[in-house]
Nanobody, 112 residues
């Protein structure tokens, strides 16, 4: 059974930075695509960024140039570096493994 544990969320002022981490259990991490999603109050969950097993990345237009996704297969961990944060980035951020497994989410709040 795969488990995903996110960390690194918190409260930050607009313009600030946060780095989210997602640690995965199990042995399939290095072979599957990983993703970060977010869900703001009253809105649907949306894709933020993905990274393939080979390191190819994809970003939502709203975060391009500000967020960077990376992975460390030796540590079974995926990261989301978030810079130049905006109040509209406020949401619960979820880690996803292989379009199937989800983490419990971590709250990111950006104050204006």
């Amino acid at each position: 059974q795969v488990q995903l544990v996110e960390s690194g969320g918190g409260l930050v002022q607009a313009g600030g930075s946060l780095r989210l981490s997602c640690a995965a259990s199990g042995s399939i991490f290095s072979r599957v695509i990983m993703g970060w999603y977010r869900q703001a109050p009253g809105k649907q969950r949306e894709l933020v960024a993905t990274i393939t097993s080979g390191g190819s990345t994809n970003y939502a237009d709203s975060v391009k140039g500000r967020f960077t996704v990376s992975r460390d297969n030796a540590k079974n961990t995926v990261y989301l570096q978030m810079n130049s944060l905006k109040p509209e980035d406020t949401a619960v951020y979820y880690c996803n493994l292989g379009h199937f497994y989800w983490g419990q989410g971590t709250q990111v709040t950006v104050s204006s």
